[in-house]
């Protein structure tokens, strides 16, 4: 039997909405949509020097999406623009069944549940694919 | 809570023994399937009339001189003609099979439309139309200029046969409307829509993907010139659709794919192609899949079609009636003499939430934008939980529905 996805931590992180909002430019902007959905996450970074020092979200989405947004926006001003990868294959090990991300990040860990729910992973990934989007953004040449 | 029991409104006993797979649970509780629109379960007698033709009568079809070949030519002809009788086409050579439904429409874009449509001429199709009958046409849009002529609903879903008839103007190459919306279940007046559009010499296709399972289709009678179905919501097999088309229009159209069965003639310089149907059906059809077909369709015409219908309808009058008691649900689509089909939003609750809550429970339904992204934006929604009934369906399964609705509510709300 599985667990219901909807912990109480989960439910706080979607209700904080850690960083939602935009930034105002300069920025770099990603945005990823579920085609299964139509939910939207957009992701503001600013980039100082290879680290992001300011993060903001519009998310438009599901409590999972949500709560995973909440999570970049406490955890990832002061990351490495680099640690964005290594989340995103952190948390698709921990939803494959693996462990979850230590660090800064730690706090992924509440969506393990989520692992046995394979329709609902992309939800946990929407903003965080939407921030690799826009860091993506800043190693392009401003035109 | 239960819903308030009124008295059945039909006689009709849910055949849930020809379905085994309801007898399974999920996540430790008994399978509530209310997700019929998406695909529906298959009955016994699909499952063994494929098993069966499988390991005694299988073999490739046309051209074979050997024993089984003759069988399994037979049998995938018959279909051919089950389907035709189930939807009362004038003979078998107006039916082509497919791989579903989306090919089916693709094939009429593709093979008969984009002969005829030049920059500036229109398609008149609604705003609840599934993906698969936009896109093919935004094909169309993309590469040839065509313009896409949007028929809006009202509030309530309906939609008017005469604001079809305003949009259909002198460049209108075809009108492409649903028989019976996916999201809504709004049944389409397409008998009039029809005699409209013919009125100015234009022809037209149905979605049938939904309408096919739920209204007793006569495409002579509706005199509509494409009608589109798919087997796995007939409660067949996937893997095979059908397209029905008017035999001059066939004749008219060029192939859409190229390959074995479709051909008249090859050479080093020249080809030639089969008539139709046969010009459609390039490469191995689906043979074990239109066997599986044909007991689809007996199996849902060895009922009283009617019966099923008023079974349905009860089923989602009981729902609505109980979704009353939550002011925090909104039903989207009410028009009358819908089928039986329930989408809403439940206020500060996504859709996939929702339905993951309720999988939980037992209950599937489907949540998201149904493929039917333009009528979301109409409604000013992204997305809607969806609960879809079928014959094998009862007012239990609604009790169901509904406390597990009321548990998300106590969970997200």
């Known amino acids: 039997m599985s667990d219901l996805p909807y912990s109480k931590d989960i439910l706080r992180l979607a209700a904080e909405s850690v960083g939602a909002g935009r930034l105002t430019p300069p920025c770099e902007t990603g945005s990823e949509f579920n085609p299964a959905c139509g939910d939207r996450s957009i992701v503001d970074l600013r980039i100082e020097n290879g680290r992001i020092a300011a993060v903001a979200h519009e998310t438009k989405a599901c409590v999972l999406a949500q709560a995973s947004a909440s999570i970049l926006g406490s955890a990832l001003p002061g990351r490495r623009v680099d640690d964005l990868a290594k989340l995103k294959s952190d948390v698709l090990a921990m939803l494959k069944g693996g462990s979850p991300p230590q660090g800064p990040f730690e706090r992924y860990a509440h969506f393990k549940d989520v692992a046995q729910h394979p329709g609902r992973h992309t939800c946990v990934l929407l903003p965080i694919e939407a921030a690799l989007k826009a860091a993506s953004q800043a190693r392009e040449p401003r035109s | ?413």
Not at chain 2, 67 to 88: C, D, K, M, P, W
Not at chain 2, 115 to 139: C, K, Y
Not at chain 2, 265 to 291: K, Q, W
Not at chain 2, 316 to 343: M, Q, T
Request: one cysteine or more; aromatic letters at 8%; a negative charge.
């Open chain 2, 1 to 413: 809570m239960m819903a308030q029991a009124k008295p059945r409104t039909a006689a009709f006993d849910p055949p849930r023994k020809d379905f085994p797979i309801l007898e399974r649970r999920v996540h430790g509780r008994p399978l509530v399937y209310l997700d019929s629109a998406a695909s529906a379960q298959k009955p016994l007698a699909v499952l063994e009339a494929m098993e069966a033709f499988a390991t005694g009568e299988y073999a490739n079809v046309h051209r074979g001189v050997h024993f089984l070949s003759g069988a399994a030519t037979q049998a995938y002809e018959a279909a051919r003609e089950r389907v035709a009788a189930f939807l009362n086409a004038r003979s078998a050579e107006e039916i082509v099979f497919t791989k579903g439904g989306t090919e089916a429409i693709n094939l009429v874009s593709y093979s008969y439309l984009s002969q005829r449509i030049a920059a500036g001429d229109e398609i008149v199709l609604t705003v609840m139309e599934h993906h698969s009958n936009i896109v093919p046409w935004h094909f169309l849009r993309e590469r040839q200029g065509a313009v896409l002529k949007w028929v809006d609903v009202a509030a309530d879903g309906s939609l008017d046969a005469e604001a079809v008839d305003a949009s259909i103007g002198p460049r209108t190459k075809l009108v492409a409307v649903t028989h019976m919306s996916n999201v809504l279940g709004t049944i389409t007046p397409l008998k009039a829509i029809v005699a409209a559009a013919h009125a100015k010499g234009v022809p037209v296709l149905a979605d049938g993907c939904q309408g096919a399972v739920h209204e007793v289709v006569d495409v002579q009678d509706l005199d509509v010139d494409f009608y589109a179905v798919t087997g796995h919501k007939l409660y067949g097999p996937t893997g095979i659709g059908a397209l029905y088309a008017k035999r001059a229009h066939l004749m008219a159209m060029r192939p859409f794919n190229g390959g074995g069965e479709m051909i008249q003639e090859v050479t080093r310089d020249l080809v030639t192609y089969a008539d139709p149907p046969a010009r459609f059906e390039a490469g191995t059809p689906p043979i074990i899949e239109a066997v599986g077909l044909t007991a689809a369709l007996d199996y849902l015409s060895s009922f009283d079609r009617e019966a099923v219908k008023a079974h349905e309808a009860d089923l989602l009058a009981y729902a609505r009636e109980a979704l009353r008691e939550f002011n925090w649900l909104h039903v989207i689509g009410d028009a009358p003499g819908k089928g039986a089909i329930l989408s809403f939003e439940c206020e500060g609750m996504h859709a996939h939430d929702v339905a993951t809550i309720l999988d939980l429970e037992g209950v599937a339904v489907r949540a998201g934008h149904h493929c039917a992204q333009p009528l979301m934006e109409r409604f000013g929604v992204a997305s809607t939980t969806r609960a879809s009934f079928a014959l094998y369906n009862t007012r239990e399964d609604v009790d169901t529905l509904i406390r597990g609705l009321a548990k998300a509510r106590k969970i997200l709300g």
